[in-house]
């Protein structure tokens, strides 16, 4: 719940200095000189990516949650079997471990999204969170049955 908060938090965050950019933007624009319009049109680009990618991010977590959702009803979710320091970080050798099983699983049964969804998380635990969002990415396009999307 704390991780949906921040997230809620963060994302009203970035709206409102989206739209303080924009309205600067505005602004700049209707001076009517060529230079500042071309600077208020550029300024304009900033908020419009930055929503984009906002929105993108949003549908993934979303989407991420809703198979996580699915998962636990059905029992499917990776039990936290992994070792940990005394800090609580995770342990690296035990992380490399159970990626090594979930990898397996996953290329048993490449096209179930299940396996992905696990292999996403073993990603993470292995702090390798590219790699682990492309895992995420597969998953959700499998559920969605896109299975022809490139991992």
């Known amino acids: 719940m704390r991780a949906k908060i921040t997230y809620a938090v963060t994302a009203a965050v970035l709206v ?8 600067r933007g505005v602004l ?3 001076t ?8 208020g ?7 419009v990516i930055g929503l ?3 929105w993108k ?3 993934f977590v979303r989407r991420s949650n809703q198979l996580a959702a699915e998962l636990d009803a059905e029992g499917g979710l990776p039990a936290d079997e992994l070792k940990r320091t005394p800090s609580g970080r995770i342990d690296r050798d035990s992380a490399d471990e159970v990626f090594a ?8 049964a490449p096209d179930d999204w299940r396996s992905w969804f696990r292999l996403a998380i073993a990603y993470h635990d292995a702090r390798d969170t590219p790699r682990a969002r492309k895992a995420m990415q597969r998953a959700i396009a499998l559920h969605e049955g896109k299975p022809g999307q490139p991992v």
């Open 16 to 23: 409102v200095y989206f739209v303080l950019v924009g309205s």
């Open 41 to 47: 049109a550029a300024v304009l680009v900033l908020p």
């Open 101 to 108: 099983r979930r990898k397996a699983e996953t290329e048993e």
């Open 28 to 30: 700049l624009i209707g």
């Open 32 to 39: 009517g000189e060529p230079v500042a319009v071309a600077l």
């Open 52 to 54: 984009w990618f906002l």
């Open 57 to 59: 991010n949003t549908q």
